[in-house]
């Protein structure tokens, strides 16, 4: 006896509370309730729950040998085809949908939306973390020096080399008994190789701990910028939510782009054609999809040989001046996005430029701040400074065209290019990068320069990079203290918050109340990456307005320095400890 029966599954978990381990089952419930059914599934071994209105049983995961799948809410509706009948039961498909291996992605969205309360609250910790990290700095960011320069004496490396080092001696392990061997491991088992180990790590402590001997007073100068930037974003805290009005803008920017290249990929009468679905029946060889018709005016009786025949969308017509140019088209508007996108990144760095450096010309801090400093240096960026900004990224805009041309010619070129091409192209790609990466440095000093004196992009180009070369040092030293301060700090955040999550989510802490059961998680890993990848956009979104003051408050610094002598018509705008690091002060008026 072969039972047949249309069946909707739903892909559960069983858990061990001892072991902390769950197991997926399939959860088979009959819609309707059909006669037999009940010995149909208790033919397939699963254990069967029979209610008014309809049959429950569980399987294991092997029962599915292929199936096809779609999400419908609370069940996974599931349309099987088993090869052959299991224990004289056949499923009958009732929905042909996505494959199954779709289900997983909709369970995890499904996950994401029903936890998105607890995955928000994740994001608000990082960005309290953060918040609080760039506010303390001010009196932690001394502590960097000081790790600095422990750092410099740190002797647990050179001992361990020589340890070792000493160990092979005694034993006479000599690289002349080993010769050349495959294995590494063999290399590690002597006593030069641990010597030159004892060599380069001592070299490495020996140049550290110069550089922190001839350039403490560079280092202290960054670490007081570095206070004075904390400081300063302490009182204007609105800068620090300045990157969701830019994320926002360059939401625009892809929303704009994405509805014009759809417009454009679909303009044009659109093509029907009628077409046989099923070629292989009686009557259907004479239809090719060669016969134009009319959806609305279709009629399918005309075909009574054929009764597949349906009127299908082939294509869009490709006649005309506009058709043909569709692909230039797309090309402009690919070129505009970009030039669109950093626009708005020229406007977002110039807006917070702006803030920071009305914070370092006012003389009697922070009496001397204006009042909206955020919102009124955008609006000045917005009335005088759109030409120069559009200008600068329009330069960058140019040599990402190139590089993307040049990936372009490497990806259609790739399999007839021979060692000398793929050279060529390889440092035409690195050249290109760091041209790249240089005009984003330039622009973004540009743009401050651009928002202190407002004059245009290529004199404030040429004024920021003749002052920054002019004070190179100066440059590399607080460019490196504060990427190890800003990868310590982004580190701590994204860090703190994802092992806070996983313990969370995992159960190992308990929330307050009972909103929340781990136990009714079954990917507990897709909120605690969503929480870290969040956690990471946070905080890249918060230190990259702290990077903006830091390098604004620093040429606004050697600008005060070239400009300014102490005297009461020049006084210095720099912090009294700047002035106390550098050895200056400001004449008092008689």
Known sequence: MTCEMNVVLSYCFYGNHLTNQKRPYWKATLLPLESGATSCLERLGGGVTQSSSRIQAVFRPDFLISSRAAYTGRNLVIGCDLSQDRNGVKIIPIFYGVNLVYFKRTTYVHIFFKNAHLSLSGLVIAMLVSMLFLLLLRFTAPLLLCSLWFRGFCVAGIWHCYWEYDQYRLQGAKISDVGFTTNVKIYLQVQETWLAFLIIVSLGEAVILLTLIFLRTRILIAIALIQESSKAIGHMMSALFFPLFTFVLLLICVAYWSATALYLATSGIPVYKVVALNATEPGCTGINATESCDPQSF?????????????????????????????????????????????VIALGQCTLAG?????????????????????????????????????????????QIVRILLEYIDHKTRSAQNACARFILCCMKCCLWCLEKFIKFLNRNAYIMIAIYGKNF??????????????????????????????????????????????FFSGRIQAPGNSFSSQNLNYYWMPIITVVFGSYLVAQGFFSVYSMCVDTLFLCFLEDLERNDGSIQKPYYMSKNLMKILNKSNKAAK
């Open 355 to 399: 803030a920071f450096a009305s914070y370092y010309w006012a003389f009697n801090k922070p009496g001397d701040i204006p009042m909206f400093p955020v919102t009124g240096s955008f609006m000045r960026s917005l009335r005088y400074h759109v030409g120069s900004l559009a200008f600068g990224a329009l330069i960058l805009t140019l040599v």
């Open 299 to 343: 009629n399918s009786s005309k075909y009574q040989d054929c009764a597949s025949a349906r009127c299908i969308f082939i294509t869009y017509n490709e006649e005309g001046l506009f058709q043909r140019n569709l692909f230039n088209l797309q090309i402009y508007n690919a070129i505009a996005f970009l030039w669109c996108v950093n626009f």
């Open 458 to 503: 290529c004199v404030s180009a040429k004024n920021a990079f003749k002052l920054l070369m002019r004070n190179i040092i100066r440059v590399v030293v607080l460019d490196k203290v504060t990427d190890v301060l800003l990868f310590f700090g982004k580190l701590l955040v994204v860090g703190g918050v994802g092992v806070l999550a996983f313990f």
